[in-house]
């Protein structure tokens, strides 16, 4: 039996088309697509932010308060309300300098009752405790692996400070072995009413000092009285200070005034002071006034011989570093007994002892008020 022989097609049948190939996409399409995936990322944005303004935060307060501990060191509680918001930026609420970043809103974190414990080995007592704790975080800077907040305010906090000899101390941080990917950038630090208490065995040094808040008082922000002993010796006195601490605008100034006594000594301060968390550098005009140039070791820590009475005014400077330290005293004048002087002096920090150095003029001199300086009795 053979197989039938294949057909021809017949001329005028139906045969079937090959299937055509697929068409591209159309603008159309593409543009639907985008939509829909621009529209789930701002679900995804917008259900985020519905979470964080909704959500508990005192749930996390327990992770958080071990996540802080193991990180300082030393034990830290959250006991108030953590609650977070949306807020603009600062600069976009102001009004200048805006661009597009500007105009996403930014966490504003609120914490109440905060309190940070002293590190193991000293007394477990409260180091540092705020009424309430705010800032903005700035979500960009996270991308970067930068933790920049811009301004921290604290209101009431309460502060002390305790060194128990010359390697312990309840300031001094934990330095980790490895670096750490993340930067923490803090621009500026705002106080509003406190209390701040140092106590130093070193130099038997305790003073208290009490800060409230001032409203209209030009580049002052905060005022600070303070008592108590420095170097053995009693103090009290009072000033000014600007209310923001700058970190890291290093060349802005910050406004100080202060007017201290010990005993019969007096000293007045009038300037600015650059870095003031790490005080590297004064430019303030200085006014002493005491019974004895010699009373002035417990403030200065500079050696000078007994004298009559004396008074001093003028311009003091000083460029403060970790391996040495230089103050001028210029254009100042003043006098000593019933002798007037004037002239500059200048102190180096240095090993094994500081040094003194200067030109001083007197136009009415009495020998026996300025003899112990050059060597007589």
Do not use: C
Request: charged letters at 15%; a neutral charge.
């Amino acid at each position: 039996m053979t197989a039938p022989a294949p057909t021809s097609p017949v001329p005028g049948a139906n045969v079937p088309n090959p299937p055509n190939p697929p068409n591209p996409p159309s603008s159309h399409t593409l543009r639907n697509v985008l939509l829909v995936l621009l529209a789930i990322l701002v679900a995804i944005l917008v259900i985020a932010v519905i979470f964080i303004a909704t959500f508990d935060w005192n749930r996390a307060r327990p992770w958080l308060d071990e996540k802080a501990s193991d990180a300082l060191d030393r034990p830290f509680a959250i006991r108030g309300d953590l609650t977070v918001q949306w807020q603009l930026p600062a600069r976009h609420m102001a009004g200048v300098d805006t661009t597009w970043r500007d105009m996403i809103p930014w966490p504003h974190l609120v914490a109440r009752d905060v309190h940070l414990g002293n590190p193991i080995g000293m007394p477990q007592v409260d180091a540092a405790s705020i009424a309430e704790g705010s800032f903005s975080l700035n979500p960009l800077a996270l991308l970067e692996h930068r933790i920049n907040i811009p301004l921290l305010s604290f209101t009431d906090p309460r502060v002390a400070l305790v060194r128990q000899d010359a390697a312990h101390n309840n300031w001094t941080f934990r330095q980790h072995d490895q670096p750490s990917r993340w930067k923490f950038d803090l621009e500026r630090v705002m106080l509003a009413k406190g209390v701040v208490q140092f106590d130093d065995t070193v130099t038997k040094t305790h003073v208290v000092a009490q800060v409230s808040t001032l409203d209209n008082a030009g580049p002052y922000g905060i005022a600070w009285t303070v008592a108590g002993h420095y170097n053995g010796a009693p103090v009290s006195g009072g000033g000014k200070a600007g209310a923001v601490l700058s970190f890291n605008r290093e060349a802005t100034p910050f406004p100080i005034q202060a007017d201290m006594h010990s005993g019969t000594n007096r000293i007045t301060i009038v300037g600015t002071a650059t870095r003031p968390a790490q005080l590297a550098a004064l430019d303030v005009q200085l006014t002493l006034a005491g019974r004895s140039m010699a009373r002035l070791y417990e403030w200065t820590g500079v050696l000078l011989p007994e004298t009559p009475a004396f008074s001093t005014s003028g311009h003091l400077s000083a460029t403060i570093g970790r391996n040495g330290s230089t103050w001028t005293y210029d254009h100042f004048t003043g006098k000593v007994g019933a002798s007037d002087i004037g002239g500059q002096l200048a102190y180096r920090t240095g090993k094994p002892r500081g040094f003194l150095s200067g030109n001083v003029v007197s136009t009415q001199l009495k020998f026996s008020d300025l003899g112990p300086l050059v060597g007589a009795d």
